[in-house]
């Protein structure tokens, strides 16, 4: 089993749109957990960290379920700019395990 | 200030060759990550460094794979012996230090073996 797993994707919606990722993590020792966004043939980098207690950046929302070993991230009012392919990370023991990724595709 | 670089940033090589990868992480960052990533798949862990130790390889695909890290800045990731399929983008990444610190990934170096 793979220690990060999400929905490949891709994930098409308008400009405006809602849309909510989810990722599955199996090791529940995991520590801390991150979202990162990744563009076509480019290097990952970090949109936000994910806390306990859910957090907020702008049009962005992150929340971690340690019960049910999930970690989400909602973005509101698309904006085209936002198409990308989102990659969850879970930290445990020395490593970070970066999940497949989730492609997002925003359409005018 | 600068970020992670990598070099080169493109190599093409024949099977059977040795390939040498560079990575120069952020200054005062500690850690120093590799990893690999094949086309349109995650990103795998090959190894990170502590300083210039190594405490983890377990991640290394093979014994024709090795890293080195020196003065706590310059690494370099060596495959011996090159297969096809190594072909794939490897990332460096750095973090202050060790542990659940941000890590910031250089522009990656695009291995192609023919």
């Known amino acids: 089993r793979k220690e990060v797993e999400q929905d490949p994707g891709p994930f098409n919606v308008p400009e405006g749109a809602t849309v909510a990722f989810n990722c599955t993590y199996s090791n529940s020792a995991s520590q801390s957990f991150f979202w990162y966004r990744q563009d076509c043939r480019k290097e990952p980098k970090l949109l936000m960290s994910?806390?306990?207690s859910g957090n907020e950046d702008g049009r962005f929302t992150a929340q971690l379920n340690r019960a049910s070993q999930y970690i989400s991230l909602l973005i509101r009012d698309s904006k085209l700019s936002d198409s990308a392919t989102y990659l969850c990370?879970?930290?445990?023991?020395?490593?970070?395990?970066f999940g497949s990724g989730t492609k997002l595709n925003v359409k005018p | 200030g600068a970020g992670v670089s990598q070099s080169p940033s493109n190599k093409v090589t024949e099977k059977g060759k040795d390939v040498e990868l560079r990575c120069d992480p952020i200054s005062g960052h500690t850690a120093l990550y590799w990893y690999r990533q094949r086309l349109g798949q995650g990103l795998e862990f090959l190894i990170y460094f502590q300083g210039n130790s190594a405490p983890d390889k377990s991640g290394l695909p093979s014994d024709r794979f090795s890293a080195e890290r020196t003065g706590e800045s310059v690494s370099t990731l060596t495959i011996q012996r090159t297969q096809q399929e190594d072909s794939a983008v490897y990332l460096c990444a750095s973090s202050a230090r060790q542990g659940r610190e941000t890590q910031y990934f250089g522009p990656g170096t695009r291995l192609l073996v023919l």
């Open positions: 994910v806390y306990s």
């Open positions: 990370v879970v930290y445990n023991f020395n490593k970070f395990y």
